[in-house]
C-alpha cells in the first residue's frame, strides 16, 4: 500500500487555532454577500436556514446548470483540495483518459480555502468543501449547480446521497455530490490496551490518567469539543447551552492539566502507529490510514478502533463542488464523474487516503477480506445505517459557533 504524508483529515486540525490567526470563516463569507438572485425553490439565498436532519434544506439555484451539450474544454483543470487527500496516479489516468493537464492545488484550512477563491487569488474548477458550509457557499454565489446529466456514475453512491430527496443539506443534491465517510471514535494500542479493556472504557480512555503523556486529541474546535460533550454524558453535538460548552472546555482542560493531553494535527494516524500515544481522538479513515505509518517491524494488529453504539456517536461525510468561477465547468463535471466511478473511488481509499466512499458496491466483510481494513478495526467501516442512525455536527449559528470559539481559545491558552 501506498506511504504518504498528511491527508486532509490532518490538515484540517490546523484549522484548531485558525479562527484566532485568520478572519473567521463567518466574516469572509458575511464580507462576498451577494444581492439575492431568484432560484429554482423560490427562495432567497440570503434566507436559507441551516439545514438538520429534521429541517432539510433545498438550496436556491443562484444560475441555471450549464448545458449538458457543453464541449469538453482543453483545460488545465484546476483541483483544491485539502493536501494529499487523492491518489495521484488516479488523476494521472483522468490526464490521460481526456488529454488534459490537472493543476493540483491545496489548502490547509476551509477559512483559507474559501477566502481564495472568494478573492480570485486562486480560480478552481473543482472544489472539496466540508457540508456545514455548503449553504453559505450558496448564499455567497461561490458554488454553481451541477449538470446532473454529465454526472452518472453518482449512481454507484448510497441512495440517500442522490434518489429524491436527497442528503438534508443539499435537497435534490443540486451542488454537491458525496466524497468521502467517516465517523467519530477512539484509537488506541492493542499492544497496550485490550479491545475489552478500551470498550469498558469509551471516551474516558481520554481522560484516564494511565495513559498520562500518551493522550491525542484533535486540534479541532468542533470535533472536540463535540467529544467532551458525548464524554460528560449529552448527546447535544450541536448544543447552544453554555453550562454545555463550559462543562466540555472544562473537561478538555482537565485531561490537558493532569493527564498531559496534546492537542495535535497528527497523533493518530503518525504518532500512535509510532508509539508516541496510546490512546487517541479519531477519525475512522485517520486508523485505517495509520497502517501505512507503522514501524517496519510492527504489525498491523496493535491498531485499535472503538466508537459508541450507534445514535451515541457521529457520522459524517465530505464533498465535491464546482465554483462558480470555474473556467472549466464542463471538464469539472467529467472529473466529479470519473472520481465517482465504482473503481476509483474505491482504489483512492484503498491506496491512499483510508476514507471510505459511501459506494453502493463496498460492504464490510469485502473491505476486511481485502485487506483494505485491517481485521482490528472492524468498527471503522461506515455503512448507510450509520447515516440514519448517529448523530452528525450541523453548522452552529453564529452566535452559537462564537461560543464555541470562545471555549476553544480558553483550551489553546493552556495547552
Request: hydrophobic residues 35%.
Amino acid at each position: 500500500m501506498a506511504h504518504h504524508p498528511m491527508n486532509r483529515r490532518q490538515f484540517l486540525q490546523r484549522a484548531g487555532g485558525a479562527a484566532i490567526a485568520m478572519p473567521s470563516l463567518s466574516a469572509i463569507l458575511a464580507a462576498c454577500s451577494k444581492p439575492s438572485t431568484s432560484g429554482g425553490s423560490g427562495s432567497s439565498p440570503s434566507t436559507i436556514p441551516i439545514a438538520t436532519y429534521a429541517n432539510p434544506v433545498t438550496l436556491p439555484y443562484n444560475a441555471d446548470p450549464i448545458p449538458a451539450s457543453t464541449p469538453i474544454e482543453s483545460g488545465p483543470l484546476v483541483y483544491y483540495n485539502w493536501a494529499d487527500y487523492i491518489y495521484k496516479p488516479e488523476v494521472k489516468k483522468f490526464e490521460e483518459k481526456f488529454g488534459v493537464e490537472v493543476e493540483i492545488t491545496t489548502f490547509n484550512n476551509m477559512e483559507e480555502g474559501i477566502a481564495k477563491v472568494e478573492s480570485g487569488q486562486v480560480k478552481p474548477d473543482v472544489f472539496f468543501p466540508t457540508k456545514t458550509y455548503v449553504r453559505r457557499l450558496v448564499q455567497n454565489d461561490l458554488i454553481q449547480p451541477l449538470q446532473h446529466e454529465l454526472v452518472p456514475n453518482i449512481e454507484n453512491m448510497w441512495p440517500v446521497f442522490w434518489q429524491d430527496p436527497g442528503p438534508y443539506y443539499d435537497q435534490q443534491w443540486r451542488y454537491t455530490v458525496p466524497y468521502v465517510t467517516y465517523t467519530w471514535g477512539v484509537a488506541y494500542r492493542r499492544d497496550r490496551v485490550s479491545d475489552e479493556e478500551l470498550a469498558a472504557q469509551g471516551w474516558d480512555a481520554l481522560w484516564n490518567h494511565d495513559y498520562a503523556g500518551e493522550i491525542s486529541l484533535y486540534d479541532s474546535y468542533g470535533d472536540t469539543i463535540a467529544v467532551a460533550i458525548l464524554r460528560n454524558g449529552s448527546l447535544e453535538v450541536n448544543t447552544d447551552d453554555p453550562d454545555l460548552i463550559t462543562a466540555a472546555k472544562d473537561a478538555i482542560i482537565q485531561t490537558i492539566d493532569e493527564n498531559g493531553a496534546k492537542l495535535t494535527i497528527n497523533g493518530t494516524y503518525a504518532k500512535l502507529p509510532a508509539g508516541d500515544y496510546t490512546v487517541a481522538e479519531a477519525w475512522s479513515g485517520d486508523i485505517v490510514g495509520a497502517q501505512w505509518y507503522l514501524p517496519k517491524d510492527v504489525k498491523w494488529d496493535v491498531l485499535g478502533y472503538w466508537r459508541p453504539e450507534p445514535g451515541t456517536s457521529m457520522t459524517d461525510n465530505d464533498l465535491i463542488a464546482i465554483p462558480t468561477g470555474a473556467k472549466n465547468p464542463r471538464l469539472a463535471h467529467e472529473f466529479i464523474n470519473f472520481f465517482l466511478d465504482e473503481r476509483v473511488s474505491y482504489d483512492n481509499f484503498r491506496y491512499w487516503n483510508g476514507y471510505q466512499p459511501p459506494l453502493t458496491s463496498i460492504d464490510p466483510d469485502k473491505l476486511i477480506a481485502d485487506g483494505v481494513v485491517p481485521p482490528t478495526l472492524p468498527m471503522s467501516v461506515v455503512s448507510q445505517d450509520m447515516f440514519r442512525e448517529d448523530l452528525t455536527p450541523y453548522e452552529l449559528p453564529p452566535e452559537d459557533d462564537q461560543l464555541w470559539q470562545a471555549a476553544w481559545t480558553e483550551i489553546k491558552a493552556g495547552a
